[in-house]
């Protein structure tokens, strides 16, 4: 369910989607051991959307008051990097999202899907969030 992110998870979810970002998911990593609380993924089909998807990622988040504290990946990358801290933003291209595959190395993190076509909806809920649902 949404009302277990926070409201700047979502907010950054949001800011993908106005960019037309695609395959949006967010990882909650807590209780897995994780650096972070959150981590955001989502692909972009060419080098400067990467980059326009990160840019908005970072403006929506500093208008709600979330500092940036690094970012990597400028320069022609195929995955920016945005770290704030209790949530990390990850922003692939398609083959390099395929290659890390994140959702497969933090697979017992809770999943939320966010459907491209209609951004603003409740994400997918994914197999593990209905099993433990229920039980």
Same mark, same amino acid.
């Given at each position: 369910? =949404?009302?277990?992110? @926070?409201?700047? &998870?979502?907010? %950054? &979810?949001?800011? %993908?989607?106005?960019?037309?970002?695609?395959?949006? =998911? &967010?990882?909650?990593?807590?209780? =897995?051991?994780?650096? %972070?609380?959150?981590?955001?993924?989502?692909?972009?089909?060419?080098? #400067?959307?990467? +980059?326009?998807?990160?840019?908005?990622?970072? !403006? +929506?988040?500093?208008?709600?008051?979330?500092?940036?504290?690094? @970012?990597?990946?400028?320069?022609?990358? !195929?995955?920016?990097?945005?770290?704030?801290?209790?949530?990390?933003?990850?922003?692939?291209? !398609? +083959?390099?999202?395929?290659?890390?595959?994140?959702? @497969?190395?933090? @697979?017992?993190?809770? +999943?939320?899907?966010? #459907?491209?076509?209609? #951004?603003?909806? #409740?994400?997918?809920?994914?197999?593990?969030?209905?099993?433990?649902?229920? %039980?």
């Amino acid at each position: 369910m =949404t009302n277990s992110l @926070r409201p700047e &998870v979502l907010a %950054a &979810v949001e800011a %993908a989607h106005d960019k037309q970002a695609f395959d949006v =998911t &967010v990882l909650k990593l807590t209780g =897995t051991g994780a650096f %972070a609380e959150y981590f955001l993924l989502c692909s972009g089909s060419s080098q #400067p959307q990467l +980059r326009a998807i990160a840019d908005a990622i970072e !403006e +929506r988040l500093h208008k709600q008051g979330v500092r940036l504290a690094h @970012r990597e990946g400028k320069g022609g990358a !195929e995955w920016e990097l945005l770290d704030f801290g209790y949530i990390v933003a990850h922003i692939f291209s !398609e +083959r390099a999202r395929q290659y890390y595959d994140l959702e @497969r190395l933090w @697979r017992n993190a809770e +999943r939320f899907d966010f #459907p491209s076509t209609t #951004p603003g909806t #409740p994400p997918h809920q994914s197999a593990t969030e209905h099993n433990e649902a229920q %039980a």
